[in-house]
């Protein structure tokens, strides 16, 4: 039973108060704010422009860089969601969306910069829209997939009993999204959420400030600010990006994450009350707001029941059927005709390209994935040991929430490529260098989805089954063996999933660094993506992208999806 969370009738009977006239001004300076970066956007694009470090600048890129990321993640949000709910409605869909979202995922950020630039130039030739445009998809592609995921792995865990109670009470598709799927799916969406964003300023450095062939697109930001001051050996302008960088990541967890967590907690299931709940100042006040109650009950009740009228079915059998391939998801002819077209194009353009790789170039590229492969699952093994326990400690401790959240979230966010001259001359005095240092920038690109995987879960554990286990005195050993890692264990493999992906996308800023003017770089698939895109080798780009998702793609079938599986049929929670 979730926990009540409607404030009592004396908070209900509160004037308008100068917090909410507070709340109205925020709103229209975030509008305000919205329109006037959105209309830097629209004009002419400097292929000459010069990054400024002076302090002075940092608001304005910084704002550029805060709407980058807001759309992107909306889109990210959107795609989703839509994605998930075709994937699991629909057992065709299931079979090709599915492996595509492997595949997608395993694509590294960089193989997909030149096709994105190069085609929205064209379509916005002159304009600075096209290389914004680029910059946004190519931040939604470190976004989207662990969300994707996530709520998959949401949707193929609710237990049957309470679809067969939906079914009984003949709830309609759009019954079923709202009071079953989407609360489902809240909690892990959230914190997937938290690790979409600090991944899109991971890899912010490359995305705002990248070359392709001769030519070098640099877009104002706070990622091209870093980029161009951690080149440049400019320590002041590196310590003002990464204070402003950090204020941001803050500021965000007080106004977004935190009121996002301590509502989630609404669709956590349990049969009795946790002591121990997250909170969030900003969301207790909002609950408190007379103006966003009068606002509910005035304008989005109203409209919010007209629009659940008009998607409630007509006829009471009319229902979203799962996972029959049938109904609203049904797949037609046309849409696997124009597939079809569309996959067998791109097999000969591939095909094509694949013939201009040189013998030499494919033995470069076998050589490299052996090794990447090595690094990735070294760095893999390496967060599995200190993640779990410490995301489980996070989770099922509220208060240790509080204090950890964001400090997790700062470290996750910081754009580990700013840092690493630093740790590659420390690697450099002690031996090793990007050997070691490779793995190092892989664990910060790879543990991070597992931690915040693993801390919904733990969060996602019914507080009752832990009581069960005091009353029955388990010892500690027995409560992970039998209690916590079966509870995390979906969330640990969407986590393992999604950090492999990760990991293997870090492989292109950890075996390639660009630093004092000077390029370090150790054999390995990642390397050679970078080189090649730097370069405009198209061909030999194509082939280690291709040979790169099909490591991937195998390692998810053979070996995590059987696992995915078995949490979806043992450890779900019933």
């Given at each position: 039973?979730?926990?009540?969370?409607?404030?009592?009738?004396?908070?209900?009977?509160?004037?308008?108060?100068?917090?909410?006239?507070?709340?109205?001004?925020?709103?229209?300076?975030?509008?305000?704010?919205?329109?006037?970066?959105?209309?830097?956007?629209?004009?002419?694009?400097?292929?000459?422009?010069?990054?400024?470090?002076?302090?002075?600048?940092?608001?304005?890129?910084?704002?550029?860089?805060?709407?980058?990321?807001?759309?992107?993640?909306?889109?990210?949000?959107?795609?989703?969601?839509?994605?998930?709910?075709?994937?699991?409605?629909?057992?065709?869909?299931?079979?090709?969306?599915?492996?595509?979202?492997?595949?997608?995922?395993?694509?590294?950020?960089?193989?997909?910069?030149?096709?994105?630039?190069?085609?929205?130039?064209?379509?916005?030739?002159?304009?600075?829209?096209?290389?914004?445009?680029?910059?946004?998809?190519?931040?939604?592609?470190?976004?989207?997939?662990?969300?994707?995921?996530?709520?998959?792995?949401?949707?193929?865990?609710?237990?049957?009993?309470?679809?067969?109670?939906?079914?009984?009470?003949?709830?309609?598709?759009?019954?079923?999204?709202?009071?079953?799927?989407?609360?489902?799916?809240?909690?892990?969406?959230?914190?997937?959420?938290?690790?979409?964003?600090?991944?899109?300023?991971?890899?912010?450095?490359?995305?705002?400030?990248?070359?392709?062939?001769?030519?070098?697109?640099?877009?104002?930001?706070?990622?091209?600010?870093?980029?161009?001051?951690?080149?440049?050996?400019?320590?002041?302008?590196?310590?003002?990006?990464?204070?402003?960088?950090?204020?941001?990541?803050?500021?965000?967890?007080?106004?977004?994450?935190?009121?996002?967590?301590?509502?989630?907690?609404?669709?956590?299931?349990?049969?009795?009350?946790?002591?121990?709940?997250?909170?969030?100042?900003?969301?207790?006040?909002?609950?408190?707001?007379?103006?966003?109650?009068?606002?509910?009950?005035?304008?989005?009740?109203?409209?919010?029941?007209?629009?659940?009228?008009?998607?409630?079915?007509?006829?009471?059998?009319?229902?979203?059927?799962?996972?029959?391939?049938?109904?609203?998801?049904?797949?037609?002819?046309?849409?696997?005709?124009?597939?079809?077209?569309?996959?067998?194009?791109?097999?000969?353009?591939?095909?094509?390209?694949?013939?201009?790789?040189?013998?030499?170039?494919?033995?470069?590229?076998?050589?490299?994935?052996?090794?990447?492969?090595?690094?990735?699952?070294?760095?893999?093994?390496?967060?599995?040991?200190?993640?779990?326990?410490?995301?489980?400690?996070?989770?099922?401790?509220?208060?240790?929430?509080?204090?950890?959240?964001?400090?997790?979230?700062?470290?996750?966010?910081?754009?580990?490529?700013?840092?690493?001259?630093?740790?590659?001359?420390?690697?450099?005095?002690?031996?090793?260098?990007?050997?070691?240092?490779?793995?190092?920038?892989?664990?910060?690109?790879?543990?991070?989805?597992?931690?915040?995987?693993?801390?919904?879960?733990?969060?996602?554990?019914?507080?009752?089954?832990?009581?069960?286990?005091?009353?029955?005195?388990?010892?500690?050993?027995?409560?992970?063996?039998?209690?916590?890692l079966p509870g995390i264990f979906p969330y640990l493999m969407t986590g393992i999933?999604?950090?492999?992906?990760?990991?293997?996308?870090?492989?292109?800023?950890?075996?390639?660094?660009?630093?004092?003017?000077?390029?370090?770089?150790?054999?390995?698939?990642?390397?050679?993506?970078s080189e090649a895109s730097v370069r405009g080798d198209f061909p030999l780009l194509?082939?280690?992208?291709?040979?790169?998702?099909?490591?991937?793609?195998?390692?998810?079938?053979?070996?995590?999806?059987?696992?995915?599986?078995?949490?979806?049929?043992?450890?779900?929670?019933?």
């Amino acid at each position: 039973m979730a926990r009540p969370l409607t404030p009592d009738n004396q908070t209900l009977n509160r004037a308008w108060t100068w917090q909410d006239g507070l709340m109205i001004l925020a709103l229209i300076a975030l509008i305000f704010w919205i329109v006037n970066t959105a209309a830097q956007f629209t004009g002419r694009y400097d292929p000459t422009i010069t990054i400024e470090l002076s302090p002075a600048v940092l608001p304005s890129y910084t704002a550029q860089t805060l709407l980058r990321m807001l759309i992107a993640y909306m889109i990210s949000l959107v795609f989703s969601i839509l994605y998930s709910y075709i994937a699991y409605y629909n057992r065709t869909a299931e079979k090709i969306l599915l492996p595509l979202l492997d595949i997608l995922q395993s694509i590294p950020v960089l193989s997909f910069l030149p096709g994105v630039v190069l085609a929205l130039i064209a379509l916005f030739p002159g304009s600075r829209m096209g290389v914004e445009l680029a910059a946004i998809i190519l931040i939604y592609t470190g976004m989207a997939w662990n969300m994707t995921f996530s709520f998959y792995q949401s949707l193929i865990s609710v237990p049957q009993e309470l679809r067969e109670v939906a079914k009984i009470y003949r709830l309609g598709w759009w019954q079923r999204v709202w009071t079953l799927d989407l609360p489902a799916g809240a909690i892990g969406l959230i914190w997937n959420s938290v690790m979409s964003v600090a991944g899109g300023w991971f890899f912010l450095m490359a995305i705002e400030s990248f070359t392709i062939g001769e030519k070098t697109f640099t877009l104002p930001g706070l990622g091209s600010y870093l980029a161009t001051a951690a080149n440049e050996q400019d320590y002041a302008a590196l310590i003002y990006g990464l204070a402003v960088l950090i204020g941001v990541i803050i500021t965000i967890d007080i106004l977004v994450w935190r009121p996002l967590i301590a509502w989630g907690e609404k669709f956590k299931m349990e049969m009795v009350e946790a002591e121990n709940v997250p909170k969030s100042f900003l969301l207790d006040f909002l609950r408190r707001s007379p103006t966003l109650r009068a606002f509910h009950q005035q304008i989005f009740a109203p409209v919010w029941e007209r629009l659940d009228e008009q998607l409630r079915p007509k006829h009471p059998r009319q229902s979203l059927a799962p996972r029959n391939g049938q109904g609203h998801w049904r797949i037609t002819p046309i849409i696997l005709l124009i597939s079809a077209v569309v996959v067998g194009w791109g097999a000969i353009a591939f095909v094509q390209q694949m013939f201009k790789v040189s013998w030499q170039q494919w033995q470069q590229i076998t050589l490299g994935a052996v090794l990447t492969t090595l690094r990735v699952m070294t760095a893999l093994l390496l967060s599995l040991l200190w993640t779990v326990p410490v995301g489980v400690a996070i989770g099922r401790n509220p208060r240790a929430a509080q204090v950890l959240q964001p400090i997790v979230q700062i470290a996750a966010s910081v754009p580990a490529t700013a840092l690493f001259p630093v740790l590659l001359l420390a690697l450099a005095n002690v031996g090793g260098g990007l050997e070691i240092g490779s793995v190092a920038l892989m664990m910060l690109g790879t543990m991070w989805y597992i931690l915040f995987n693993v801390i919904a879960g733990a969060q996602a554990i019914p507080t009752e089954l832990f009581e069960a286990a005091v009353v029955y005195q388990l010892p500690w050993w027995q409560r992970w063996r039998t209690l916590i890692l079966p509870g995390i264990f979906p969330y640990l493999m969407t986590g393992i999933i999604t950090a492999v992906g990760g990991a293997w996308n870090a492989s292109i800023v950890s075996e390639y660094v660009e630093f004092q003017n000077q390029t370090e770089q150790t054999l390995g698939l990642g390397a050679l993506i970078s080189e090649a895109s730097v370069r405009g080798d198209f061909p030999l780009l194509m082939a280690a992208t291709a040979v790169m998702s099909l490591l991937v793609v195998l390692t998810n079938r053979l070996v995590w999806r059987p696992l995915y599986r078995l949490a979806e049929t043992k450890y779900q929670l019933l």
